[in-house]
């Protein structure tokens, strides 16, 4: 069974809209959340969430994690074709633990 | 300029032939990892390394071996190949087991692996 299930697999939306990618998860007690973007190549990171409520913001990327309801999201503003690309949500457990855990990510298009 | 190198980037080879894709970083990390990602599936980590000569097995070890004899490399070695391994592998690496923690790990640009 999958801990990390991400949602939606996949997104097809125009430039200038915004999208809300979601992350949920089954771990309670875990070390931190992240966010990696996936073009063709190799995942480049995003955001690390290790505290609820307290919204992490990059440019028109902003992520929150809510620990309560086990989840986190993923939201992109005014949407360029640059931001197509596949985004990975990823656990890390906890002490003792070197281990990432991936969701199977969302597909994200963005067509002019 | 900082990045982790990876070698082949595609390789297509048959059931049993024995092959190793190298990892390379010029950044002094003391962590690196290797993961797998197959469609449908997600990023899996295979085997990961917290220093020189300290391994330890991720969630998909079967079929593979690596070693860390220094720190900039980490090949991973496919001792008999079969189909099952046919993948796209990322070799990541980190500053520290504690910024592995936190996950701000750098990826290789991937190797292309086909197993006839």
């Known amino acids: 069974e999958d801990k990390v299930v991400q949602s939606p697999l996949s997104l097809v939306v125009h430039e200038g809209d915004t999208v809300t990618l979601n992350c949920s998860y089954e771990?309670?007690?875990?070390?931190?959340l992240l966010w990696y973007k996936q073009e063709k190549k190799a995942p480049t990171f995003l955001f690390m969430l290790?505290?609820?409520?307290i919204e992490k913001k990059s440019g028109r990327l902003s992520s929150i994690l809510d620990k309560k309801e086990l989840f986190s999201i993923l939201n992109i503003t005014a949407t360029q074709t640059g931001d197509s690309a596949v985004y990975l949500c990823?656990?890390?457990?906890?002490?003792?633990?070197?281990?990432?855990?991936f969701g199977k990510g969302t597909k994200l298009s963005v067509i002019p | 300029e900082a990045q982790v190198t990876q070698n082949p980037r595609y390789l297509i080879t048959v059931t049993g032939k024995k092959l190793t894709v190298t990892c390379s970083q010029n950044?002094?990390?003391?962590?690196m990892s290797w993961y797998r990602q197959d469609p449908g599936l997600g990023l899996r980590q295979i085997y990961y390394?917290?220093?020189?000569?300290?391994?330890d097995k991720g969630d998909v070890p079967e079929g593979y071996k690596v070693s860390r004899k220094e720190k900039r490399n980490f090949p991973l070695i496919l001792e008999s190949p079969s189909p099952n391994q046919t993948s796209l592998y990322f070799c990541?690496?980190?500053?520290?087991?504690?910024?592995?923690?936190?996950?701000?790990?750098?990826f290789g640009e991937g190797s292309r692996l086909t197993v006839l």
């Open positions: 990541a690496s980190s500053l520290s087991r504690f910024t592995a923690n936190t996950g701000e790990l750098f």
């Open positions: 771990v309670t007690n875990f070390r931190s």
């Open positions: 290790t505290s609820s409520g």
């Open positions: 990823a656990l890390h457990s906890g002490a003792g633990s070197y281990q990432l855990t």
């Open positions: 950044m002094n990390h003391e962590y």
């Open positions: 390394s917290m220093n020189v000569e300290v391994t």
